[in-house]
């Protein structure tokens, strides 16, 4: 059966509300100070309304305040039924701008507007049902903002620094000009298939390839020219792979020397998408200045065998492929 993204990330969004609202109210339940940790409950709505992102429908929504009304013996009070209906508009305003303004230079004035807007009400009714004085009011209002602020200013700096490990592990594993995995993705990636194809005894292919006269076209055209005929051939390949199959991987592991990997494939196997990418590449023309560019390439192909007893054995018995493409006239495939 399947189930939607939005249908577990509803039945998500309700456990976390159940674990957070209801563990703390236990606490105070049937008390005349229970509304002590109001602010406290109000900050993990606003962590799964905004932070998270998580959407409750209003099905959900509805029976969870139904519930905790008559968990906090509440149901009876007119300020209560107002106090939830507030709630729920809460949630569902910090959701809209969470989608609307998030990223935009305008956000945390947003966010603070909304929760600064429905601490008032939300409070008032509170003042209302249990009338305490209105500087209990006022500092309960104030404390309130004050933790949203800092529970705001928290999380996005706990993403910043997600945001920049991502780019560091990016920039670590992924070829800055061609945006392809490097050599070092690549010998971490071989490994880990080399000894998974071994221990499976799970096929394994692998296509390497280079560009003809690459030194040639920087010496005519220049630098800028050759990264772009790299950049260009790059994107043609990944096109052919996205088309083809997403499991197959792409690095660049040399200047102008590519591999392709294809986990539980034959050799047999890797036949329609090599000679999509032979053909795509070896048709291309590439205009960078006055002159178009034409390219082709000599590409070496095996899979591996018995005889393989490391990675690099597979490894260096492609090469030998690409080379002997390359000493017999380029512009060819070897399978061997």
């Known amino acids: 059966m399947d189930v939607s993204d939005d249908l577990v990330n509803g039945w998500y969004g309700v456990l976390y509300m159940l674990v957070f609202v209801f563990s703390i109210q236990t606490l105070v339940v049937g008390k005349s100070t229970s509304w002590q940790f109001m602010n406290f409950q109000l900050l993990a709505i606003t962590f799964c309304a905004y932070f998270l992102n998580i959407h409750v429908p209003y099905y959900f929504f509805g029976p969870i305040v139904l519930v905790y009304m008559v968990f906090n013996q509440s149901l009876g009070y007119w300020q209560s039924w107002g106090h939830a209906i507030t709630l729920m508009a809460f949630f569902w305003t910090l959701n809209f701008v969470r989608l609307r303004f998030h990223n935009l230079k305008i956000e945390p004035f947003v966010y603070m507007i909304t929760v600064i807007g429905y601490g008032g009400p939300l409070w008032t009714w509170m003042k209302f049902k249990f009338n305490f004085t209105w500087s209990t009011f006022w500092q309960e209002w104030l404390y309130m903002t004050i933790f949203e602020a800092l529970l705001y200013i928290y999380i996005t700096m706990l993403s910043h620094d997600s945001e920049v490990k991502l780019q560091l592990e990016k920039f670590a594993s992924h070829d800055a000009l061609t945006q392809t995995?490097?050599?070092?993705?690549?010998?971490?990636?071989?490994?880990?298939?080399?000894?998974?194809?071994?221990?499976?005894?799970?096929?394994?292919?692998?296509?390497?390839?280079?560009?003809?006269?690459?030194?040639?076209?920087?010496?005519?055209?220049?630098?800028?020219?050759?990264?772009?005929?790299?950049?260009?051939?790059?994107?043609?390949?990944?096109?052919?792979?996205?088309?083809?199959?997403?499991?197959?991987?792409?690095?660049?592991t040399g200047g102008e020397e590519f591999n392709v990997v294809f986990p539980g494939y034959t050799v047999n196997d890797t036949k329609i998408i090599v000679n999509q990418i032979f053909i795509a590449i070896n048709h291309l023309q590439i205009h960078s200045g006055v002159k178009p560019v034409s390219v082709s390439i000599s590409v070496g192909v095996s899979e591996l065998t018995s005889d393989d007893k490391t990675s690099m054995d597979f490894y260096n018995r492609v090469d030998q492929n690409l080379y002997y493409s390359k000493r017999n006239g380029r512009m060819r495939v070897t399978v061997a």
């Open 181 to 252: 995995g490097n050599f070092a993705a690549y010998k971490d990636d071989i490994e880990c298939l080399f000894s998974d194809s071994v221990k499976k005894e799970r096929p394994l292919s692998m296509m390497m390839f280079d560009i003809d006269h690459f030194k040639n076209i920087n010496d005519t055209y220049g630098h800028l020219t050759g990264d772009h005929v790299l950049q260009q051939v790059s994107s043609v390949v990944q096109t052919v792979l996205d088309a083809n199959d997403s499991k197959v991987l792409f690095y660049r």
